[in-house]
């Protein structure tokens, strides 16, 4: 669920594609010349758009994605499974030459973000989703349990409610709903102030109905395949909506969402001498995914999703210092079992 190649993700897209019908379409290339490659399959019901890796160590929209390519549906699809190939494959959130993709929307300075404009004209889509992965410290606020999804109508206008934003609302409450039934509780509203040059407003601003999806953690699934799953089965529910204008009027649920916060302790160790709190890292060197823990504030207030303690003092950690293996195994502590794959 966590890295992979993206010669490997590639092949996976390209065998699902053959499999189960799906007609494929360079776009483009990455600032190192990768394709960026987009899966279309005719349907007679709405038209959707979406895109996951634009960030290229948020993986879980892309499992959703290659996911859907395997299932059934009346919706004509349009998917771009990893939007930025160089950034998943050096497992970084920005492209080859450091450009937040998602920041990119209005300058245009990457190719990445050239493709995806182009494509999304092209196609002329009733419906986009921005699919990305938020860090574990999201939950949300008031709640004492992670935000497994955030999800955003993002604004198309700084000031006043557009169209598309009010249809995207009304999904997105349908889609509340459906997440209530397993996910009571663990559901957030992502911050919705308006960014300029997010290609969420972009989209929006263009009249098309337009969702991001921030998955996140679960309790016991730090590797998301559970969100994965989910979101899969969101994205197939949409061809229940034969168009924009069957979708229900009430919005409520989806704005009665508590808003994201992000403060929340990780793995807090409790010692002689007060508190230690370590965040999960992730990176890829050399082409190798290594998972690891880094020293950094403990906020007393924050809910805590690990939490252990010794009857010692803990030896002088930095903040942002790597905490060593062998320095939590000499005081009895064993790592929390984060399911991933290293």
């Not at 994205?235 to 994201?260: A, V």
Request: proline content about 6%; some cysteine.
């Amino acid at each position: 669920m966590r890295y992979t190649s993206y010669s490997s993700r590639l092949t996976a897209t390209d065998k699902a594609a053959q499999q189960y019908g799906w007609d494929r379409l360079i776009i483009g290339a990455s600032e190192e010349d990768r394709p960026i490659v987009a899966y279309q399959k005719n349907g007679k019901g709405i038209r959707a758009i979406a895109w996951a890796l634009m960030h290229g160590n948020e993986p879980t929209g892309y499992e959703a994605l290659f996911s859907l390519m395997g299932k059934s549906s009346n919706v004509h699809w349009c998917l771009i499974p990893v939007l930025n190939p160089d950034g998943a494959e050096a497992f970084t959130r920005e492209n080859a030459h450091g450009v937040d993709i998602n920041r990119d929307a209005r300058a245009q300075r990457s190719k990445e973000a050239k493709a995806l404009t182009e494509i999304i004209r092209l196609f002329k889509p009733d419906f986009a989703f921005n699919l990305h992965d938020q860090r574990a410290r999201f939950y949300p606020k008031g709640a004492n349990v992670p935000a497994t999804f955030s999800l955003l109508a993002p604004k198309g206008h700084p000031v006043k409610e557009t169209d598309s934003q009010v249809v995207a609302q009304r999904l997105l409450a349908d889609w509340s709903e459906q997440l209530s039934l397993n996910w009571k509780g663990h559901c957030a509203r992502f911050d919705d102030r308006f960014y300029p040059t997010a290609f969420g407003e972009f989209i929006q601003g263009m009249g098309i109905p337009t969702i991001t999806f921030e998955t996140g953690i679960a309790p016991n699934n730090w590797s998301r395949s559970q969100a994965a799953h989910q979101l899969t089965d969101l994205l197939t529910s949409l061809e229940k909506w034969h168009t924009q204008h069957n979708l229900p009027e009430n919005i409520q649920t989806y704005i009665d969402l508590p808003f994201n916060a992000s403060d929340a302790n990780e793995w807090a160790i409790h010692h002689t001498d007060g508190v230690l709190h370590l965040r999960w890292k992730e990176k890829v060197e050399a082409g190798i995914y290594r998972s690891y823990w880094v020293a950094e504030p403990y906020h007393a207030s924050s809910p805590t999703w690990y939490v252990a303690k010794v009857d010692v003092p803990m030896p002088t950690i930095q903040e942002g210092e790597e905490v060593r293996h062998d320095i939590l195994q000499s005081l009895g502590l064993e790592a929390p079992d984060l399911g991933l794959k290293s």
